[in-house]
């Protein structure tokens, strides 16, 4: 199970911070990505951990803005949005992927196997 947290409605310019717990499996078996939704689109990659944390993907429009880390000892995988802008605004899910590895597998939401409910990210001009 999958619990995220940390949305809410922020200026632009502005940071959240986006927390994901998870429980019932082992953590550390499993890399974490984050994905987005906007109103009327489908779901798009935004970033990517693997299992030990050494390594991390973004997709281009958030990187350097955004960053993704975990604490397997805590089950929890972080986003750390800054500078955020208007076309962020979504709502975040959190997701565990069993066995995927690379940056193209790890973008793609089939590579997931489990789901978690999401948060709203509201960024007002």
């Known amino acids: 199970q999958l619990q995220a947290s940390g949305g809410g409605l922020v200026q632009a310019g502005g940071s959240l911070r986006l927390s994901c717990a998870a429980s019932?499996?082992?953590?550390?078996?499993?890399?974490m990505g984050w994905f987005c939704q906007a109103a009327g689109k489908e779901r798009e990659f935004v970033a990517a951990i693997k299992r030990n944390g050494a390594n991390t993907y973004y997709t281009d429009s958030v990187k350097g803005r955004f960053t993704i880390s975990r604490d397997n000892a805590k089950n929890t995988v972080y986003l750390q949005m800054n500078s955020l802008k208007p076309e962020d605004t979504a709502v975040y899910y959190c997701?565990?992927?069993?066995?995927?590895?690379?940056?193209?597998?790890?973008?793609?939401?089939?590579?997931?196997?489990?789901w978690g409910q999401g948060t709203q990210v509201t960024v007002s001009s």
């Open positions: 997701a565990a992927s069993y066995g995927a590895s690379s940056h193209y597998t790890l973008s793609r939401t089939g590579a997931y196997n489990y």
């Open positions: 019932g499996r082992t953590f550390s078996d499993y890399a």
